[in-house]
């Protein structure tokens, strides 16, 4: 079974691209990220044309996280227990989204970014971490195979930007941050992708010539339970998807689990 994860970074605008890789690649589950639209919005027609569920959480023009299958969609969740809001009057974000496809529990989800370490938004993500964190004890032990996949906001290591003296004082690769995720992957998770994609990115950002000069991050990750790890075949970065007109900022990460 091949899982991807992707932030489309706008699903109307790139519906087309989306289906495109859909049928290229062979995925038989997509998660999306930052589909910037509501549920009756989302384009379901195209991926239903091409054999794939889809189930979508959306709330406004900002955020919003996507499941498409073509193995099944079932158990579908619009967001894990605790989840903490945002705003005022406080209220969840369309950032998590959890489905049972082809017996694989696949969790689609799109990390608080933290904009500033000053900005309460930091401490937000944090929060939202911190919460996750509690639902990846009670998952890690299932003997359904679990992936956490998504735009984790988040560089793990120094070697997962392309300059550390960049990013100084900036969120991201602050050691609260990547604290929180280790203290994920202490439940009984782990990253299945690195091992296959040394040295590698997944977001360069549109300006200043940072896809072609190879300035990126690896904030994309895919981080499985006991029970996915044991069947993992392969992962790999599809960088095609980040290059051409109309291209998201993200590349799509793929892993393969043996069935």
């Given at each position: 079974m091949?899982?991807a994860?992707?932030?489309?970074?706008?699903?109307?605008?790139?519906?087309?691209?989306v289906t495109?890789?859909?049928?290229?690649?062979?995925?038989?589950v997509?998660?999306?990220q930052?589909?910037k639209?509501?549920?009756e919005?989302?384009?379901?027609?195209?991926?239903?044309?091409?054999?794939?569920?889809?189930?979508?959480h959306?709330?406004?023009q900002?955020?919003?996280?996507?499941?498409?299958?073509r193995?099944g969609?079932?158990?579908?969740?619009?967001?894990?227990?605790q989840?903490p809001?945002?705003?005022?009057?406080?209220?969840a974000?369309?950032?998590?989204?959890g489905?049972?496809?082809?017996?694989?529990?696949?969790?689609?989800?799109y990390?608080?970014n933290g904009?500033?370490?000053?900005?309460?938004?930091y401490?937000?993500?944090?929060d939202w971490?911190?919460?996750?964190r509690?639902?990846a004890?009670?998952?890690?032990?299932?003997?359904?195979?679990?992936?956490?996949?998504?735009?984790?906001?988040?560089?793990?290591?120094?070697?997962?930007v392309?300059?550390?003296?960049?990013?100084?004082g900036?969120t991201?690769?602050t050691?609260?941050?990547r604290?929180?995720?280790?203290a994920?992957?202490?439940?009984?998770?782990?990253?299945?992708?690195?091992?296959?994609?040394?040295?590698?990115?997944?977001?360069?950002?549109?300006?200043q010539?940072?896809f072609?000069?190879?300035?990126g991050?690896?904030i994309?990750?895919?981080l499985?339970?006991e029970?996915?790890?044991?069947?993992?075949?392969?992962a790999?970065?599809?960088?095609?998807?980040r290059?051409g007109?109309g291209a998201s900022d993200?590349?799509?990460?793929?892993?393969?689990?043996?069935?």
């Amino acid at each position: 079974m091949l899982i991807a994860t992707w932030n489309v970074n706008s699903v109307r605008a790139r519906v087309d691209r989306v289906t495109a890789f859909l049928e290229r690649s062979g995925v038989d589950v997509l998660a999306m990220q930052e589909t910037k639209c509501k549920d009756e919005q989302f384009p379901v027609m195209p991926f239903e044309a091409i054999g794939y569920e889809v189930a979508h959480h959306g709330l406004s023009q900002w955020n919003g996280v996507a499941i498409a299958s073509r193995v099944g969609l079932e158990d579908v969740a619009a967001s894990f227990p605790q989840q903490p809001g945002w705003g005022e009057p406080l209220a969840a974000e369309a950032r998590a989204i959890g489905a049972t496809c082809g017996g694989v529990r696949v969790w689609s989800l799109y990390v608080p970014n933290g904009r500033t370490i000053e900005d309460p938004h930091y401490t937000y993500k944090l929060d939202w971490l911190g919460a996750l964190r509690d639902s990846a004890q009670e998952w890690a032990t299932s003997s359904t195979p679990t992936l956490l996949t998504g735009d984790w906001n988040i560089a793990p290591r120094d070697e997962d930007v392309w300059d550390r003296a960049f990013f100084e004082g900036s969120t991201h690769v602050t050691e609260p941050e990547r604290d929180a995720l280790t203290a994920i992957e202490d439940t009984g998770f782990t990253e299945l992708t690195r091992q296959f994609t040394p040295g590698e990115y997944t977001y360069w950002d549109y300006t200043q010539l940072r896809f072609p000069k190879r300035q990126g991050m690896r904030i994309d990750l895919a981080l499985g339970n006991e029970s996915a790890t044991a069947r993992l075949a392969g992962a790999r970065i599809d960088r095609e998807e980040r290059k051409g007109k109309g291209a998201s900022d993200h590349a799509p990460v793929i892993v393969e689990l043996a069935d």
